[in-house]
Nanobody, 116 residues
Framework: QVQLVESGGGLVQPGGSLRLSCAASGWVNSISAMGWYRQAPGAQREFLASVARDGTTTYADSVKGRFTISRENGGITSSLQMNNLKPDDTAAYYC??????????WGQGTQVTVSS
């Protein structure tokens, strides 16, 4: 089992920045890729970015150039640096880990609110 805990959400003004972090514990050696998703009220969960074990990154077009994903601490922590935030970025943000045997794990989410 892998446990994921997100942190770093909060209230920010339009144009501001936030950095989200996701800390993994448990069977961390089984993790291949880590990623970030978000879900606004009434909407489906949306892919934002992912980073593979070799450092390869993938971004959704909606956040390309504004968000940067990274992995630290030997790959057991993932961060999402979010710049130039907009009100449409308001959502609950979730960390996801893909592990061996096609197992998928999710964190409980952290709320990001962009408002003046």
């Amino acid at each position: 089992q892998v446990q994921l805990v997100e942190s770093g959400g909060g209230l920010v003004q339009p144009g501001g920045s936030l950095r989200l972090s996701c800390a993994a514990s448990g069977w961390v050696n089984s993790i291949s890729a880590m990623g970030w998703y978000r879900q606004a009220p009434g909407a489906q969960r949306e892919f934002l970015a992912s980073v593979a074990r070799d450092g390869t990154t993938t971004y959704a077009d909606s956040v390309k150039g504004r968000f940067t994903i990274s992995r630290e601490n030997g790959g057991i922590t993932s961060s999402l640096q979010m710049n130039n935030l907009k009100p449409d970025d308001t959502a609950a943000y979730y960390c996801k880990a893909e592990a061996a045997a096609q197992r998928t794990y999710w964190g409980q989410g952290t709320q990001v609110t962009v408002s003046s």
